[in-house]
């Protein structure tokens, strides 16, 4: 089975910490996205990654960025978090082409205090 | 990418057929149209995908009218377990576009006892 695993389900950071979550894909895809989740507002991109290095921004980027050195590792990082980023952060990944579909992680709620 | 409308919410009973629309009205010749969903603290779920022609997979079936300005996504025998929201994708290749998926806030099925 295809996997999309994020390093933490729940997560507890204070203001001003710089947090990491780590997503882990095991299907060599090109494709890995985070996006983050709030009520009355469905997922939201924060950033995506087409390669190696590469990455895009997404709808919602400041306040984040990310970092992918290998293809089966897409981090983001929140240089200095604050209350508006408690949220829940998805990870997925996917294969560049059009007739192919999105996998997802578990996601990691985190809440800054 | 084409924006989709769907209901907020619907209710099915169990054992029943879920029929959930989406309207994508300005959807244009390449774009595909994909259904995920999610349950509750999950991240999303794939469940198919269809570009012109109706889909048939394990989970469910997508019907696609002829001018594909809408589609269904079929349920045919409801469980608790599809209790869920359901998000309708459509996705096509728009330079710097292609690779993201635009979500909306999906349709909150309740499948009753």
């Known amino acids: 089975d295809v996997k999309v695993t994020q390093s933490s389900r729940y997560l507890v950071k204070r203001t001003g910490e710089k947090v990491f979550l780590e997503c882990v894909q095991d299907m060599d895809h090109e494709n890995m996205f985070w996006y983050r989740q709030d009520p009355g507002l469905g997922l939201r991109l924060i950033y995506f990654?087409?390669?190696?290095?590469?990455?895009e921004k997404g709808d919602i980027p400041e306040g984040y960025s990310v970092s992918r050195e290998k293809k089966e590792r897409f981090s983001l990082i929140l240089e200095s978090a604050s209350t508006n980023q408690t949220s829940m952060y998805l990870c997925?990944?996917?294969?560049?082409?059009?007739?192919?579909?999105?996998?997802f992680g578990q996601g990691t709620r985190l809440t800054v205090v | 990418d084409a924006k989709t409308t769907q209901p907020p919410s619907m209710d099915c009973a169990e054992g029943r057929a879920a029929n959930l629309p989406c309207n994508h009205s300005?959807?244009?010749?390449?774009?595909?149209v994909y259904w995920y969903r999610q349950i509750h603290s999950q991240g999303p779920q794939y469940i198919i995908h269809?570009?012109?022609?109706?889909e048939t997979n394990e989970m469910a079936s997508l019907i696609i009218t002829e001018d594909r300005k809408s589609s269904t996504l079929i349920l045919p025998h409801a469980t608790l377990r599809d209790t869920a929201v359901y998000y309708c994708?459509?996705?096509?290749?728009?330079?710097?576009?292609?690779?993201?998926?635009?979500w909306g806030l999906g349709t909150s099925l309740a499948v009753n006892p």
């Open positions: 997925a990944s996917s294969f560049p082409q059009l007739n192919t579909e999105a996998f």
């Open positions: 269809g570009l012109k022609n109706n």
């Open positions: 300005t959807i244009s010749g390449n774009e595909y």
């Open positions: 990654s087409y390669d190696v290095k590469m990455k």
């Open positions: 994708i459509v996705r096509g290749f728009n330079a710097g576009n292609n690779r993201k998926l635009i």
